[in-house]
């Protein structure tokens, strides 16, 4: 597996790169956010660790750059912004996680391995007329493709997966992203209305809210 990582500060990046190959990972360091496009676009990482202020083209940027044109690729921010709103700023760019700096590399590698488990699934889902290719990465309506973002196509795996059981926002949180937010779980509601937008579903669509719990998928 490839990473790609997107870090300015020396001392950071080059105990990234010794710490993942050592785990047997291949990696490639870009310093700015325009090398970071290049290394992207010709090397094809498997998942990306990607820094917010780094020279040239921000971390945001960047990674919007890539979501239009792959919502697949894994994307970690690794960042020392770390309010609320950067972190709700960082996942709506299309980020599947968002690690703060100072971090932990044994926790920031099981969210790697998580990341990466999550794409190796072979599987179909339906939730009435929507249908999820977890292999293709493809999601359907009616036989009409419906394009999503990484975080947008986990989420709603997630909830297909557990089809008639309350799902609470912590258990969302825990599984979805893999980590437990310290901050408040309110940030799942920003993915929620993207997901009922996209596919017109009202409070009494597929997926229902369960207030003061979370949310429940039925048919």
Not at 38 to 49: A, F, N, R, S, T
């Amino acid at each position: 597996m490839k990473i790609l990582i997107v870090e300015d500060e020396i001392g950071i990046y080059t105990f990234l790169k010794e710490g993942l190959e050592d785990e047997g990972y291949d990696t490639l360091v870009a310093s700015d956010g325009a090398t970071a496009l290049k290394g992207y676009q010709e090397w094809q990482p498997d998942l990306i660790l990607l820094d917010w202020m780094i020279p040239v083209i921000d971390g945001i940027d960047v990674c919007n750059r890539i979501r239009e044109k792959d919502t697949t690729t894994p994307i970690i921010f690794l960042t020392a912004r770390d309010t609320v709103e950067d972190t709700i700023k960082g996942l709506r760019a299309g980020a599947n996680d968002y690690v703060k700096k100072p971090f932990s590399f044994e926790e920031l590698l099981e969210r790697i391995k998580i990341h990466f488990r999550n794409r190796q699934q072979d599987e179909i889902l339906h939730l009435g007329n929507i249908e999820q290719n977890l292999t293709t990465y493809e999601v359907k309506q009616n036989g009409k493709e419906v394009k999503l973002t990484t975080r947008e196509f986990d989420l709603l795996a997630y909830f297909i997966q557990h089809k008639g059981q309350i799902c609470s926002r912590e258990d969302i949180i825990k599984n979805v992203w893999g980590i437990d937010f310290q901050y408040d779980t309110g940030v799942i509601d920003v993915f929620m209305n993207a997901l009922r937008k996209k596919f017109d579903m009202k409070q009494n669509g597929y997926i229902k809210t369960v207030r003061g719990v979370g949310f429940i998928a039925s048919e």
